[in-house]
């Protein structure tokens, strides 16, 4: 295309991306994101790796709140039988022939 292109900063992006670098660079503040992805992150990579859980179907705080718990609930359950299914397999007695 023949037509001029404008790029454009936008001051208000680049003022918050350094205040947010400044205050990772804080200890306390860094080992609280440390932390966040320990704890936080791989829950919700596997709502969108296992479940295909990658957008909401429904409008509204209430009713987003509502589907996600079921999510959450699905994800758990799957815990829940992989756990009871390996406790299961240590207690269980070898069979000898």
Do not use: C, H
């Not at 936008?10 to 503040?29: D, H, I, M, P, Q």
């Not at 990579?45 to 079921?70: M, P, Y």
């Not at 829940?80 to 070898?94: A, D, G, L, M, P």
């Amino acid at each position: 295309s023949n037509k001029n292109r404008v790029i454009q900063k936008n001051g208000n992006w680049e003022y918050f991306k350094a205040y947010v670098r400044e205050l990772l660079k804080e200890e306390f503040t860094g080992e609280i994101y440390r932390q966040r992805k320990i704890d936080v992150e791989p829950a919700f990579g596997s709502l969108k790796a296992n479940l295909v859980f990658n957008r909401f179907s429904v409008r509204g705080k209430d009713k987003i709140t509502q589907e996600l718990g079921f999510a959450l609930m699905a994800l758990n359950l799957r815990k829940w039988r992989k756990n009871k299914k390996e406790i299961r397999q240590k207690t269980r007695k070898k069979q000898v022939f």
